[in-house]
């Protein structure tokens, strides 16, 4: 069965650090996108960043220079580095396996089509 | 990066059809995927691609796109579809990904 699953969460003061772990079965990480997305109490989903096939990443403006993603093919695993938290930060995170497709020479599709259940990463003193 | 914008709510009565739009400039080079999202639970793709449904997922639920402009299409709703639903594509100018700022379903 084709599942992730988060772990690394937790209550963290301003100016910490944790870092996030997304374990993979099923499927090879490498071969596919690695996305992360939060939620904040009451919120939408937020994009944070993404890592893809090549390796290469990309992150949301409001988490670029203090967030990390990466992946260990050989755990099978992602993470996501968190450094000089803030309050902001406050949500629960989600890894999703991303999928990108080139349908036609005008149009291509991005999708998340697996998810983990989640972990809370909490931001407070 | 732009932006995806959506109603924030939108209700339905049972049985009914309810189209859930979603705009923005890249959905003119992306397909919307969309996401069903339940309380305290994790998002679950609906509808990805041009018109596609992953396994398990009811033949209700249908996708469209014209200009920038994306619709997920739920015919026939049911109470279980009530529910949270987010679009997502990715802006291939700067290949953030994209997520609109979400949908709230009432089915009444």
């Known amino acids: 069965e084709v599942q992730l699953a988060e772990s690394g969460g937790g209550l963290v003061q301003p100016g910490g650090s944790l870092r996030l772990s997304c374990a993979a079965s099923?499927?090879?990480?490498?071969?596919?996108?690695m996305t992360w997305v939060r939620q904040a109490p009451g919120k939408g989903l937020e994009w944070v960043s993404v890592?893809?096939?090549?390796?290469?990443?990309y992150y949301a403006d409001s988490v670029k220079g203090r967030f990390t993603i990466s992946r260990d093919n050989s755990k099978n695993t992602g993470f996501l580095q968190m450094n000089s938290l803030r309050a902001e930060d406050t949500a629960v995170y989600y890894c999703?396996?991303?999928?990108?497709?080139?349908?036609?020479?005008?149009?291509?599709?991005?999708?998340?089509?697996?998810w983990g259940k989640g972990t809370t990463v909490t931001v407070s003193s | 990066s732009s932006e995806l914008t959506q109603d924030p709510a939108v209700s339905v009565a049972l049985g009914q059809t309810v189209r859930i739009t979603c705009q923005g400039d890249?959905?003119?080079?992306?397909?919307a995927s969309w996401y069903q999202q339940k309380p305290g639970q994790a998002p679950v793709l609906v509808i990805y691609?041009?018109?596609s449904r992953p396994s398990g997922i009811p033949d209700r639920f249908s996708g469209s796109t014209s200009g920038n402009t994306a619709s997920l299409t739920i015919t026939g709703a049911q109470a279980e579809d009530e529910a949270d639903y987010y679009c997502?594509?990715?802006?291939?100018?700067?290949?953030?990904?994209?997520f609109g700022g979400g949908t709230k379903l009432t089915v009444l």
């Open positions: 999703a396996r991303g999928e990108h497709d080139v349908l036609t020479a005008y149009y291509m599709s991005y999708y998340m089509d697996v």
């Open positions: 099923g499927f090879t990480v490498s071969r596919n996108y």
């Open positions: 890592i893809d096939s090549g390796g290469r990443t």
């Open positions: 890249s959905l003119r080079s992306y397909y």
């Open positions: 691609g041009e018109n």
């Open positions: 997502n594509s990715r802006d291939s100018s700067d290949n953030h990904v994209i």
